[in-house]
């Protein structure tokens, strides 16, 4: 797979005083899009603040030539998953990163992709869903019309791939999740209604393990306000901070 790796920039963060540094793995939320090498404010504040962050060009992304971008049809909710935890392994095993402290991040295909992972392995220390995927028949039944047969090439047509839907729906892998789960939603999402964020932090409440549901009135796929964007992220960073600090704790 491919990706881009920013280190942290933050003058204090260095391996002799710190240790290696916590990452953060964002899928792209595509899913057949990529992850643009540019400016990236979200990128810059995680790094400044002594984070390192990898955007992961899974198999299935574009700009890569076709034979890479159809690795994906019939394999949405796996490959990219796997390629997640690869990326995550490889930067540990460099000696980059600290492999206890590695979180996943994404955005609507995006936090399908981390919420598939937190279910499918233990890489992950918590995760961060932006209005993503929870159950990919509802999504299907509201996607927009100029993707109206994505779900069937990238999952299989409906209603004869019905079961791999349900599957690879994350909502109902809940189950599997163990680590610490932050989600965040517009609550007049059209395309990825909050009733699939409810349907995920209901069931990890359920089981005890700790979600956090932050909820935004007047907001759909993808929040636009600065003043909610500025909320959102600085919730996202004192997730992280909370939770790798309990988990640095437990492991002394």
């Known amino acids: 797979m491919y990706g881009a790796y920013y280190p942290p920039t933050h ?17 792209h939320p595509g899913p057949t899009s990529n992850a643009r090498i540019r400016l990236d404010l979200r990128t810059q504040f995680f790094t400044s603040r002594g984070f390192a962050v990898v955007d992961v060009d899974y198999r299935g992304s574009t700009g890569y030539g076709r034979s890479y971008r159809t690795q994906l049809d019939g394999r949405w909710g796996v490959l990219e998953v796997a390629d ?13 990163v600290d492999p206890a402290r590695t979180v996943i991040s994404g955005a609507s295909a995006g936090g399908f992709t981390a919420l ?14 932006w209005f993503g995927i929870a159950d990919l028949a509802m ?49 007049d999402d059209d395309i990825v209604t909050s009733e ?24 759909g796929h993808g929040l636009r306000r600065s003043s909610n964007l500025s909320r959102a992220i600085e919730a996202e960073l004192a997730f992280y901070r909370a939770v790798l600090h309990r988990s640095a704790r437990s492991d002394k």
Do not use: K, M
Request: aromatic share 6%.
């Open 11 to 27: 003058h204090t963060v260095t391996r002799s005083r710190v240790g290696r540094p916590p990452l953060i793995v964002q899928p």
């Open 196 to 219: 699939q964020a409810n349907a995920v932090v209901a069931a990890l409440r359920g089981r005890d393990v700790p979600v956090t549901a932050l909820t935004f009135p007047g907001e």
């Open 84 to 96: 997640c935890v690869d990326v995550a392994t490889f930067l540990a095993d460099r000696g980059d």
């Open 139 to 187: 999504f299907r039944a509201r996607v927009p019309r100029f993707q109206r047969y994505h779900p069937d090439r990238l999952i299989g047509p409906w209603p004869v791939a019905a079961r791999t839907y349900r599957e690879r729906s994350p909502v109902h892998h809940a189950d599997r999740i163990t680590s610490p789960v932050l989600v965040i939603q517009g609550l």
């Open 116 to 129: 598939r992972a937190l279910a499918a392995s233990n890489r992950f220390a918590a995760g961060v869903s």
